[in-house]
């Protein structure tokens, strides 16, 4: 077991930038750009070799950092300037310990560079812990990826207690003691995953006036033909119930008109925007009653109100997740949060690539344990980071579908992996073919 375990002999990381081939509207602003944090990580076991490991993601900062004061170049600033300190803290990580057990040993320390940073910038916001998730994240993956490559073989091979040998009550407390996290994790991946359509605020369901004219699908009957799309994610705005209404129904019109009769899913995302859960329900009793058959399609909600659960302990949602899966999402940080929201009536937890691959496959574990209804949701993850997206949903049982939003809004930075991967970057038939991604780590490498 001691063979095992590995120590982080160097890490470097850089930049990219691509832009958008169309904005896409989130939680009430406009992005049209994404800034990728690639990470390189070298490791080494007891006996002295050596293996290199990848790792990426965006930084959505306008995601893990909202700001009502400050500007997306300055979150997006500030974040940079974090991954310098987070850096630090990967380096100075000095223990020859598992991955999974590193991860969770590093989450305080990326707190404290979150914390740090804000400080040397002066910020009049503090960087919020689920920004220093995101930052970190390719970092976490980079370990994962050289562990796999070491071994030469996947990743998911390696979390067994022959590798592993600390139960899972270690990481999430006495309830978890006795179990393992190869219970809750698959070694081999599904073959294929349903995938999730991003529609987004500003995109068109109709064909629009002006077209982009790259070849690429124009509106929503076109992706739907080109990908034979089953699995639509629609954004609503979460303050205007007359739009958001319409809206799902538009799409259902839409839908039903493009395609032959087929077994739609919808996931519905207010981000965060609806004052209270009175909206949710006043929005499914007017949708009961104009048209049920969209409701009858929804297979989730995401976190339609506030990320800070502890100051909304009076937003419940016991009554309305007796009929659809409520979904924690941007305020999932960890167990505690988990457990909150539980209480709160959340049935469903989305899981995010971009919160760390130890955190995801803990966060996987606890939800199934506690017979939570799981999803592995992206931050428009393109590359490298939809790979780890993608492995990440295909294996962990039980999870609904995946989402790709990349295809749709930075195709240019999908560009170099598309043809070594087709299955991840060309769905088929609505379809991700996840059974490709059974390769040495994490799966990617650049």
């Known amino acids: 077991m001691k063979s095992r375990a590995i120590q982080i002999s160097a890490i470097d990381f850089g930049f990219e930038t691509f832009r958008y081939r169309a904005p896409m509207k989130f939680g009430g602003m406009v992005v049209e750009q994404v800034t990728l944090l690639n990470v390189h990580c070298t490791v080494r076991d007891r006996n002295g070799r050596t293996a290199s490991g990848f790792g990426s993601m965006p930084m959505g900062n306008v995601w893990s950092f909202p700001s009502k004061q400050m ?26 310990l598992h991955p999974v057990e590193l991860g969770v040993a590093m989450e305080p320390r990326i707190m404290e560079a979150a914390s740090e940073t804000t400080a040397a910038l ?42 592993l040998p ?83 129904l538009d799409v259902q019109r839409v839908a039903d008109a493009t395609s032959k009769p087929r077994d739609w899913k919808y996931s519905l995302d207010f981000n965060e925007r609806c004052e209270s859960p009175q909206y949710v329900r006043e929005f499914i009793a007017k949708v009961r009653e104009t048209g049920p058959a969209a409701l009858d399609r929804v297979q989730y909600i995401e976190q339609p109100t506030s990320r800070d659960l502890e100051s909304h302990r009076d937003q419940r949602y016991h009554d309305i997740s007796k009929q659809i899966p409520i979904v924690i999402d941007e305020a999932l940080l960890g167990l505690e949060s988990l457990m909150l929201a539980r209480e709160l009536g959340y049935s469903g937890c989305a899981l995010k690539a971009c919160k760390g691959q130890t955190q995801s496959l803990l966060m996987g574990a606890a939800a199934q344990k506690l017979g939570m209804f799981l999803c592995v949701q992206d931050l428009t993850c393109p590359g490298a980071s939809l790979i780890q997206s993608a492995g990440l949903a295909a294996h962990l049982p039980g999870v609904a579908a995946i989402e790709a939003n990349a295809r749709q809004y930075v195709p240019a930075a999908n560009a170099k992996w598309a043809d070594r991967f087709p299955g991840i970057f060309r769905p088929r038939n609505g379809e991700l073919e996840t059974g490709i991604l059974t390769g040495a780590g994490l799966g990617a490498t650049p």
């Open 71 to 96: 500007s997306y170049d300055q979150t997006l600033g500030a974040m940079r300037q974090m991954v310098d300190h987070v850096a630090d803290r990967w380096r100075q990580a000095d223990q020859m």
């Open 122 to 163: 002066g910020l009049t916001e503090p960087i919020p812990p689920l920004c220093a998730l995101v930052a970190s994240s390719p970092f976490d993956a980079a370990v994962h990826d050289a562990f796999g490559k070491l071994h030469e073989c996947s990743t998911y091979e390696l979390y067994g207690s022959d590798c």
């Open 166 to 248: 600390a139960d899972l009550g270690k990481f999430l407390g006495a309830e978890f003691n006795g179990l393992t996290l190869d219970q809750f994790v698959n070694r081999k991946p599904r073959a294929t995953m349903p995938l999730y359509h991003l529609v987004g605020a500003l995109d068109p369901i109709d064909p629009p006036e002006h077209l982009i004219g790259d070849g690429l699908p124009e509106h929503l009957p076109e992706w739907i033909h080109r990908d034979g799309l089953s699995h639509l994610k629609i954004k609503l705005d979460g303050r205007d119930l007359t739009w958001d209404v319409q809206r799902l």
